[in-house]
């Protein structure tokens, strides 16, 4: 597998990514070896979606979070940068 070094895919979602992947085709060929027998499919993506609301749910709460604080910051006249801000406009 090669990867490209300026990405723009953080390497904690790439694995994300090929873990929920591995997990997929790991259900459907149990799936395909019992003969349905096993609910595998609808297990691996259940539990995989109850993943994705559970991280986004948990950055609604950093954001509010994060937002909170540097207008509280702003409010009081400091200067508050962002966390990973890119600083793009100088």
């Not at 979602?13 to 790991?26: D, E, F, M, P, R």
Request: with cysteine; hydrophobic share 60%.
């Amino acid at each position: 597998m090669v990867f490209v070094q300026n990405s723009n895919i953080s390497p904690d979602i790439l694995g994300l990514i090929i873990i929920s992947l591995l997990l997929v085709l790991a259900s459907c060929g149990i799936s395909v070896n019992t003969n349905g027998e096993i609910n595998a499919v609808n297990a691996v993506l259940d539990i995989l979606l109850l993943l994705y609301i559970f991280l986004m749910i948990s950055l609604l709460y950093f954001q509010l979070f994060v937002v909170s604080f540097a207008a509280m910051k702003a409010y009081n006249g400091e200067h508050y940068c962002y966390l990973w801000t890119m600083k793009v406009i100088q």
